[in-house]
C-alpha cells in the first residue's frame, strides 16, 4: 500500500495485509439503524515502514469529536485461554504483535463514529477458520486501540473468553459454547482513547437452550451451545434446534456481537452519552438487539430516551 501523509506531513505505518471476511457490523444511531461494513480481517503481521494510519487501531487519531470515525481493533486469540494475555501480548507492540502472529491470532478492524452504539460482529465461518488449523478448543479476545493524548500509549480491554470447544479446554469450567454477546465500553477523556471496558450483562436474558459461559473477571455470557452450532440437519442423525443457515436469529446465536458504545467527553468537552443508554435500556434491550430482535425498537429509544 502506498504511504500516504497526515494532516501534519507525517507519515504513518500501513495496516498489515488484510484477509477475505463477512463480518456486519452494525451502528444505532438517534433514530436509524445504518450497515457498516466491516472494513478488515487483518492478520497481526509486522508493519511496513509507512502508510496512512486511518484504519489502523494502533496510529495515533488525534482528539475526536462525535459522529467522528474512530478506529478499534478485536484481536482473536485462538488457544488462548484469558489467562495467557500478558504484557508479551499486546496487539500494538513490535514483540506483542510477533508473538501474537505465532500463536495463529488474527484482528478484525472496525471504525464507529464516536457516541453511535455500533454492533461489532464477526461472523461463524471466521471463527472456525481461526480455530480449525490450530486444532485449539478455547479461544478468546481483547480490544485494543491507542491513547494518542502525547504518549500515544496503547490501550487494551481485559480478555474475555468467547469460545470453548471442549469441557476441559478450560480448568474448573465445564461449560461449551460460543458467546453470542459482550458489551464494550470505549472511555474518552477531551476526545482522546483512554480505556477500554466490558459491562457484563450477565445470563439474565439467554434464549433458551443457551449456555452461560463465565469470560473472565467473574462476568458471564449467554452462548450457544457448540452441540446445536455445529449440528447439520442434512446428516439426518440429529434434529437440530437451531437454524444457523436459514435463520439469521439462529445464527446470531452462534457468532460474537460486540455492542459498543462510549463514555466520557469528545475533543470539545461535550458528554458521550451511548454507555449510559446500555444501563438505562437494560439488559434485555440490548441483548434482544443483539440478536437481530428489536433492534428498530431499540434504535427509536436510544434516539427519544435522552435527558
Known sequence: MPSRADSSGATTPPPPPRAPTRGSPLRLGRSSLPFLALLALLLLLPRPAASTGTYDPCAP????????????????????????????????????????????????????ALDA????????????????????????????????????????????????????????????????????????????????????????????GDACMKVGDGHTACAGTESECTCDAADGANRCALDVVGSVADALRCQLTIATAFSGTDKHSVPLESAAQVERLGKYSVTGALRGAGAGALADAVGGRRR
Open 61 to 112: 487519531q488525534g482528539s475526536v469529536a462525535k459522529g467522528d470515525g474512530f478506529t478499534l481493533g478485536v484481536a482473536y486469540y485462538p488457544g488462548g485461554d484469558v489467562g495467557a494475555w500478558d504484557l508479551d501480548l499486546e496487539p500494538c507492540g513490535a514483540s506483542g504483535r510477533a508473538n501474537l502472529t505465532a500463536a495463529g491470532a488474527s484482528s478484525a478492524v472496525y471504525r464507529p
Open 117 to 208: 452504539m455500533t454492533f461489532m460482529r464477526s461472523s461463524p465461518a471466521d471463527e472456525d477458520a481461526l480455530m480449525a488449523p490450530a486444532g485449539v478448543d478455547v479461544m478468546s479476545v481483547v480490544a485494543y486501540g491507542v491513547d494518542a493524548s502525547g504518549s500515544d500509549r496503547f490501550v487494551r480491554s481485559p480478555p474475555r473468553r468467547v469460545r470453548v470447544k471442549s469441557p476441559n479446554a478450560v480448568f474448573g469450567d465445564q461449560t461449551t459454547g460460543r458467546v453470542n454477546a459482550l458489551t464494550l465500553i470505549a472511555r474518552f477523556d477531551e476526545g482522546y482513547l483512554k480505556y477500554l471496558q466490558w459491562h457484563d450483562l450477565g445470563c439474565g436474558d439467554c434464549a433458551v
